[in-house]
């Protein structure tokens, strides 16, 4: 059989190959850099929460500071409070290592008059009704410790909240305060840490709710990220170099 001829590409195909391929090669090597950024980022953002979580308590935010609380200074901050809890309360769907069903999300008025929206803790589907959870929350003055968090407003993942319904995905701190007839409500709530050490990682919790269940973990998979788009950018770049040295050949052998 005759052997196939190698024949040089055209020089317009040749132009536009070489374009595809290298802005393929420069958005890959874009994405691993910004990969590199990101794994910066969130390693500062991780040592600067450890810190928050190391920290002794200091007291919430009062009503003169809200306006200047910023997520990556104040989020996940231990800190203390005293208050009143007020009976109401408002159930926000939740998944924890005890199972599916909800934040207990209780306002606590403030002496100041001001209001602080406290996660209580976790109760699955069978203590939804606060009669079935054994002893009543505290009547009287209450110290409460725990992370300061910021709103979550909207809802959840395709699921927005429906006050209306009493259907609540996120901790939507002004949409409660709404529901609830609330006002000088802070932008903020505490989830309120165990007070005895053991209530988190209680099988078959001695009360309800159970505080405590907060999980302070940030996915770190930034590195294996760039390392892939950098590998991606490495392949083009042997791709084109080979093509190139293929094409030199073809053209080489046309001119003989």
């Known amino acids: 059989m005759p052997q196939r001829s190698s024949r040089p590409l055209p020089t317009g195909w040749l132009v536009l190959w070489t374009v595809l391929l290298a802005a393929a090669l420069g958005g890959f090597v874009a994405l691993g850099t910004w990969q590199v950024h990101r794994m910066h980022w969130k390693h500062a953002l991780i040592a600067r929460v450890d810190g928050l979580l190391r920290a002794p308590p200091v007291s919430a935010p009062g009503p003169d500071t809200w306006a200047g609380l910023r997520a ?25 290592r005890l199972g599916a069903g909800f934040w207990v999300m209780t306002p606590l008025r403030r002496d100041d008059g001001s209001s602080v929206f406290v996660n209580r803790g976790f109760v699955d589907a069978a203590h939804r009704d606060p009669a079935r959870r054994g002893a009543a929350p505290p009547a009287g003055p209450v110290r409460i410790e725990g992370l300061l968090r ?65 999980v302070v973990h940030f996915r770190d998979e930034h590195l294996s990220y760039a390392l892939t788009w950098y590998a991606l950018g490495a392949m083009t770049a042997a791709a084109m170099a080979y093509g190139a040295r293929q094409e030199w050949r073809r053209r080489r052998a046309a001119r003989r």
């Open 72 to 96: 990556d200074r104040d989020e996940y901050r231990r800190v203390e409070l005293r208050g009143v809890l007020l009976d109401r309360e408002i159930l926000v769907q939740a998944n924890t």
């Open 150 to 214: 910021l709103s979550q407003p909207g809802g959840g993942f395709l699921r927005d909240n429906a006050p209306a319904e009493g259907r609540w995905y996120s901790r939507d701190v002004a949409a409660m305060a709404r529901s609830l007839g609330l006002s000088s409500v802070a932008p903020y709530f505490i989830d309120q840490s165990a007070d005895d050490g053991t209530a988190a990682d209680t099988v078959r919790p001695a009360r309800w709710p159970v505080p405590g269940l907060t």
